[in-house]
């Protein structure tokens, strides 16, 4: 069993060292990838003095410092973001899974999930078991995301009002213009979107959180399918998964995962 074990570590290590000299080769070594993100939506990503900073930024940073290549991150509203990502001038992260995306993108291995809970007001909560109980409501989505196939179904049976943020998204639950907003990473993300606000603030306690969250949904790297990455991802991969191991990535998001403050809503 020991010979199996170590026999297992020496082909792995042969297998990094092949793919870090036969990357250097084929990609040129110490080479800046362009990386795209959304830039408002807070703890997972935003600017922060003028720097990305947050959750699946320290992730790609601590990756970042096991390979040759190294990041650049560009921040935009999601929906350009994405554009330029498809054109091909870089790679996107925070990238969800769909059919028609994985005919455009080679993704990585999921980077983070993230928790999509859904918000009500008090008094207005219902029972969710399937996206049919969402039927004939009014949801506030993310322009220009998608949160998987049980998203793009969902579009067929109710409304989706899409904005550039969940501040805003809140505001407009609050003035009853939507019915649920749909808010990522669970109550981190809804904590920093209400420490935004100081309206929000004042009513934080009309907010409530449904119990069955809308999704945990896998978010990637992805490359458009024309940059031919898929060489670069088995690399990209291989130091994610050492970073799992580690319990690297589990430190990052445990900061996160108790927002300072609490919030009124359950």
């Not at 959304?38 to 720097?51: Q, S, T």
Request: proline share 4%; net charge neutral; hydrophobic share 35%.
């Amino acid at each position: 069993m020991f010979n199996s074990i170590k026999i297992h570590q020496v082909t792995r290590f042969v297998l990094i060292v092949f793919l870090f000299v036969n990357f250097s080769w084929s990609d040129g070594y110490g080479e800046q990838i362009i990386i795209y993100r959304n830039d408002n939506k807070p703890p997972k990503y935003y600017l922060d003095n003028g720097e990305p900073s947050v959750i699946l930024i320290k992730i790609m940073k601590h990756i970042d410092n096991q390979l040759p290549q190294k990041f650049e991150y560009q921040l935009y509203p999601w929906k350009r973001a994405y554009r330029y990502a498809l054109e091909g001038s870089g790679g996107i992260i925070g990238l969800s899974k769909n059919k028609q995306r994985l005919e455009l993108f080679d993704f990585s291995e999921p980077l983070y999930y993230d928790e999509l809970i859904m918000v009500t007001l008090k008094g207005l909560e219902f029972a969710y078991h399937s996206i049919e109980d969402l039927a004939g409501k009014t949801l506030g989505g993310n322009r220009g995301s998608s949160y998987g196939d049980d998203y793009e179904r969902l579009k067929k049976i109710c409304t989706i009002e899409e904005d550039n943020g969940q501040e805003q998204r809140l505001l407009k639950l609050l003035a009853r213009r939507i019915d649920v907003a749909l808010i990522g990473p669970g109550r981190a993300g809804l904590n920093s979107a209400i420490m935004q606000n100081e309206y929000l603030q004042n009513n934080r306690e009309q907010f409530s959180i449904l119990p069955t969250p809308f999704a945990m949904d896998p978010n990637y790297l992805g490359f458009s399918k024309q940059l031919q990455k898929k060489q670069f991802l088995e690399l990209f991969n291989q130091a994610l998964q050492n970073s799992w191991e580690s319990g690297a990535i589990d430190n990052i998001t445990r900061t996160y995962s108790q927002p300072a403050g609490g919030s009124g809503a359950q």
